[in-house]
Nanobody, 110 residues
Framework: VQLQASGGGLVQAGGSLRLSCAAS????????MAWYRQAPGNQRELVAF???????NYADSVKGRFTISRDNAKNTVYLQMNSLEPEDTAVYYC?????WGQGTLVTVSS
């Protein structure tokens, strides 16, 4: 199983980024997918979740700014991040139940 995350980078506050996570080795359409993040010195936290049926849920801190989506034809889950804040700086991880991607770093400058 591989979860390959990409799309991180450096962005100014107020900017946008879109993260992608391409999955292989799993029946992607049957898996709930999620994005987590971990900032230095902090625990890993759930950012957004999407069920196999497309239902979504978000951490309060990102509601209205982030959108999770999935393309089952491409075995890919996305995280559109708008109105980014310095507090969003973290390594973002893709998750498929018990499987984890390698993480992609998002840095938001003030």
């Amino acid at each position: 199983v591989q979860l390959q995350a990409s799309g991180g980078g450096l962005v100014q506050a107020g900017g946008s980024l879109r993260l992608s996570c391409a999955a292989s080795g799993i029946s992607f359409s049957r898996y709930a997918m999620a994005w987590y993040r971990q900032a230095p010195g902090n625990q890993r936290e759930l950012v957004a979740f999407i069920s196999s049926g497309g239902s979504t849920n978000y951490a309060d801190s990102v509601k209205g700014r982030f959108t999770i989506s999935r393309d089952n034809a491409k075995n890919t889950v996305y995280l559109q991040m708008n109105s980014l804040e310095p507090e969003d700086t973290a390594v973002y991880y893709c998750n498929a139940v018990r499987y984890w991607g390698q993480g992609t770093l998002v840095t938001v400058s003030s």
